[in-house]
């Protein structure tokens, strides 16, 4: 009986350690976190990578890139070289910080998380500052259906439970751009599985 006993403690103990380490990667972005200044634009060469931008997207694993910077992003997000001219700081912007490994609570190019990449983006992009948190972003936005998402807007979601956890700008055409835990700043697919099935809101930050 004692060891029957010993061996569920021991269970439960490592269940509670897996949900603990899981609801602090999943809900990173959510937390409330103190920092050391504002957010600020580091500058250094783009991590190594490929020639084009970073994508999970399902519908993006067969492109191959060779022409131009803006060509390229044109090429993944499906549409025009003078769509993405428009908004060259923007992706100027998140060309600069693709492949950024995520880290929580990092302000720089040793890594960042979810909402730090977009308030640093935001302020230096829009010249808009946005609350700290994920949650906080999400409480602050003009709520938005998915055909009303334009270039710019907030998207977020939930992998940790009901709360707001993530949070990622749109771009174009289902598209838009955050930091993955895994794979650091990446561009991915809002309507691919699973990033649709933990999509929580969306909207255009208040003035």
């Known amino acids: 009986m004692v060891t029957r006993n010993f061996f569920k403690s021991q269970s439960s103990l490592q269940y509670l350690v897996v949900l603990l380490c899981a609801s602090l990667v999943l809900g ?12 600020r634009l580091e500058s250094g060469k783009r ?12 519908n993006s694993r067969s492109i191959s890139y060779s ?3 803006f060509d390229n992003y044109a090429q993944l997000l499906g549409v025009s070289n003078r769509e993405i001219s428009k908004s060259s700081d923007l992706y100027l912007f998140i060309d600069h910080w693709m492949g950024t490994p995520h880290r929580t609570g990092g302000f720089d190019r040793k890594g960042m998380d979810c909402s730090a990449f977009v308030g640093l983006l935001y302020r230096e ?19 938005k259906y998915e055909n009303q ?26 598209k838009f751009v955050h930091v993955s835990t ?3 700043v990446i561009i991915s697919d809002l309507k ?16």
Do not use: I
């Open 67 to 69: 022409g131009k910077k």
């Open 125 to 143: 992009v829009f010249r808009q500052d946005l609350p700290r948190t994920s949650r906080d972003m999400a409480d602050n936005v003009k709520r």
């Open 192 to 207: 691919d599985t699973w990033y649709y099935r933990y999509f929580k809101r969306a909207g255009s930050p208040k003035a």
């Open 182 to 184: 895994k794979r650091g």
């Open 149 to 174: 998402l334009r270039e710019g807007d907030l998207v977020f979601f939930s992998f940790g439970g009901r709360d707001v956890d993530h949070v990622g700008v749109y771009l174009h055409n289902g």
């Open 47 to 58: 991590p190594a990578g490929g020639k084009g931008p970073a994508s999970d997207a399902s």
């Open 28 to 39: 990173a972005c959510g937390a409330r976190k103190k920092t050391a200044g504002s957010y």
